[in-house]
């Protein structure tokens, strides 16, 4: 059988831990990978000996792969393949998330939260299946070994708080808390790991790095899985990875979430961090119970296995097809943006 050629399409560093778990299975399949980073904000020193890099979108065309997955909200129609759409985070409260583009074959959707709203637009809009396969950055969060904290005297005795705000102007509290962050930084009772999302304005990254002392660490790799095995609790806003830290049962300090439950420590102002902090690292029985009931709506799997379920639905769609009975859009408009992002013109 002739092995099956797919293409992992990125524009972000995200994208390798969510994508990584997806190339291991398609290997063990016996079928190909090749990754194409489009953009300035991939850093290509991520890519590992072993992985396959397309120097061009020529290069991606010549190659035709079968499928072409995304971890984005775009991938232009001149990509050869299936089109499946992955997601870069669970949080679905964002602006935009259950905008349908017009770019995609297939969703793969990740729990009884977002599920049911793409059924509906997929009713609606007939042109793309929808499978609930959970997320494949998920698959090693739950076996991730927590992250060695930087060497000093008192940081196994301190209770550890990640910081990991979202980046989009409108929503991110890293204006709001800096101060706050600061002073609770130089009472010296906990240790703070600061990871920002990579599109983060850089005024912020400057800054915060001014922070950084025994109890205090900027983390910039790609990789977050360890970092919320590490952590007692985060301190977040309307960041994706909340998501990822409830699946783990830990308590999340949010500043103004856009909407916030019953899972979340809220908080409206910088100068209510401290204690929202402590009620956090001692959570009522309650609240706990919240975080369950959340988790398991928003990623109900633990089983390791979301990538397996992709690739079997993306394999399904290759061998019968689609259930859509339309065809996608033709999109003149937003591809055309594409084409000018990209500066591709050929036909």
């Known amino acids: 059988m002739t092995a099956k050629r797919y293409l992992f399409y990125i524009a972000h560093n995200y994208s390798f831990?969510?994508?990584?778990?997806?190339?291991?299975?398609?290997?063990?399949?016996?079928?190909?990978?090749?990754?194409l980073a489009i953009g300035q904000e991939v850093n290509l020193s991520y890519f590992q000996s072993n992985e396959s890099v397309l120097r061009s979108i020529d290069d991606a065309r010549a190659y035709n792969p079968d499928a072409s997955f995304a971890p984005g909200n775009e991938i232009p129609s001149f990509i050869p393949?299936?089109?499946?759409?992955?997601?870069?985070?669970?949080?679905?409260k964002k602006k935009g998330h259950f905008v349908i583009r017009g770019f995609f074959d297939l969703y793969c959707t990740h729990g009884p939260a977002t599920t049911?709203?793409?059924?509906?637009?997929?009713?609606?809009?007939?042109f793309f299946d929808v499978v609930e396969t959970a997320w494949p950055k998920l698959d090693y969060l739950f076996t991730s070994p927590s992250m060695p904290i930087k060497d000093n005297l008192h940081a196994q005795e301190k209770k550890i708080i990640l910081y990991a705000p979202t980046f989009s102007p409108t929503?991110?509290?890293?204006?709001?808390?800096?101060?706050?962050?600061?002073?609770?930084?130089?009472?010296k009772n906990y240790h703070w790991l600061i990871k920002f999302h990579p599109k983060?304005?850089?005024?912020?990254l400057k800054q915060y790095k001014t922070l950084i002392k025994d109890n205090v660490q900027i983390i910039e790799t790609s990789s977050i899985n360890e970092l919320l095995q590490t952590a007692d609790i985060m301190v977040s806003d309307t960041s994706s990875v909340i998501g990822e830290f409830s699946l783990l049962n830990k308590v999340t300090v949010s500043l103004n979430n856009k909407e916030p439950g019953d899972y979340l420590v809220n908080i409206q102002t910088a100068g209510q961090l401290e204690p929202a902090i402590e009620q956090a690292l001692n959570p009522s029985k309650e609240l706990k119970t919240a975080i369950k009931a959340y988790a398991d709506d928003l990623h109900p799997y633990q089983d390791?296995?979301?990538?397996?379920?992709?690739?079997?639905?993306?394999e399904n769609i290759l061998?019968?097809?689609?259930?859509?009975?339309?065809?996608?859009?033709?999109?003149?408009?937003?591809?055309?943006?594409?084409?000018?992002?990209l500066k591709y013109w050929t036909i």
């Open 17 to 35: 831990e969510i994508l990584r778990p997806l190339q291991q299975v398609i290997w063990a399949n016996g079928d190909e990978v090749k990754w």
């Open 200 to 204: 983060m304005a850089t005024q912020w």
């Open 319 to 341: 061998i019968h097809g689609k259930q859509a009975k339309k065809n996608k859009p033709l999109n003149l408009f937003r591809n055309l943006k594409q084409r000018k992002k």
């Open 171 to 187: 929503l991110t509290s890293a204006p709001a808390l800096f101060d706050e962050i600061k002073r609770l930084s130089e009472q």
């Open 304 to 314: 390791g296995q979301a990538a397996q379920r992709i690739l079997s639905a993306t």
């Open 81 to 92: 393949g299936l089109k499946v759409q992955i997601f870069h985070g669970l949080e679905w």
């Open 116 to 126: 049911s709203r793409f059924n509906t637009l997929a009713q609606e809009h007939g």
